[in-house]
């Protein structure tokens, strides 16, 4: 769930709008999202014949594919340092640059060797700052209909990989490995147009007064009391008469500077969940079905 923001004198929320400009991140972040996902189906396609000529083709599809994956999954450790200390619009920005880059000197490939830095390293580092930020994006837009924004999404960014491998086969027929990547190349600059649409959230939050929770609250519990009472009933309250009155009493907190910075660090550092072993066995179990999976998929 995104969280609520509190001003200063506690008379009103900010809330996650929910609508709005929210649906443009969520048409920003497909294209982010199948860019730096769906090309992975095709890349035997594009160089498969060419690394042939020097290589084994399945061993060399497979070292490239692996790296690539491997970086970007990596990569991701890296991304939560920084979404900690920048937005997630600067941070999918460089990661833009890294991604596009990366397609540009692909193009111009001589090797294997050339291709798994061009390709697997720079378009993987670019690709674990993509993903993670685009995905933070969204999380901070949306709360109650975050999983039908997810589901919208995950659905366009499936169909679009679906035609990835067509359209890769009649660019081949009529350009060659060579033109098919540098007008992929060209696509794919359309993760930056994207990466600069993720705004911060903060400029579009919603207002949502404090005081009307309290007596929409009030009035419920009223409500609830009068009908036990019609039907003779013992009913315990459930407002917190506590807590609803410290959340709308005007509260001044003094932060301490160096106190925040601490926490920050701690935020950053923190991998408390690695001590749980269900995370571990999770974790496991996803990363060599995904490795898996992008192998056979790439071959």
């Known amino acids: 769930m995104a969280s609520e923001i509190l001003n200063k004198s506690d008379k009103y929320k900010l809330l996650p709008p929910d609508g709005g400009y929210a649906h443009v991140i969520n048409i920003a972040a497909t294209p982010i999202l199948t860019i730096t996902l769906a090309p992975i189906s095709s890349f035997a396609l594009i160089f498969g014949p060419y690394l042939s000529q020097y290589h084994d083709e399945t061993s060399s599809i497979t070292i490239v594919t692996s790296v690539y994956v491997s970086l970007l999954h990596l990569t991701g450790l890296l991304a939560n340092c920084f979404l900690q200390k920048l937005s997630y619009r600067t941070v999918a920005l460089i990661g833009a640059v890294l991604h596009f880059s990366g397609n540009v000197m692909s193009i111009f490939t001589v090797d294997l060797i050339f ?7 720079i378009q993987g580092l ?3 700052l993509l993903i993670p930020s685009s995905l933070s994006a969204i999380n901070a837009y ?3 209909k975050k999983p039908t924004a997810m589901a919208i999404g995950q659905t366009m960014v499936a169909l679009l990989s679906s035609a990835y491998p067509e359209f890769t086969r009649i660019l081949l027929e009529n350009y060659g490995f060579r033109g098919t990547q540098a007008i992929f190349t060209a696509i794919n600059l359309h993760i930056v147009v994207g990466s600069l649409l993720l705004q911060p959230v903060e400029k579009h939050l919603k207002r949502k007064s404090i005081v009307d929770d309290m007596v929409a609250a009030i009035a419920s519990e009223v409500q609830h009391f009068l009908d036990c009472s019609e039907n003779h009933l013992s009913c315990p309250s459930r407002v917190n008469l506590v807590e609803t009155n410290s959340s709308t009493s005007n509260i001044v907190i003094q932060n301490n500077e160096e106190d925040e910075e ?3 660090n701690i935020k950053i550092l923190d991998c408390t969940v690695l001590k749980d072993a269900w ?17 056979f998929m790439a071959i």
């Open 279 to 295: 995370y571990w066995n999770i974790s496991i179990g996803l990363a060599v079905s995904f490795i898996s999976e992008t192998n």
């Open 142 to 144: 949306y709360n109650v």
């Open 126 to 128: 670019g690709a674990g």
């Open 262 to 264: 601490e926490i920050n």
């Open 115 to 121: 291709l798994t830095v061009s390709y697997g390293v």
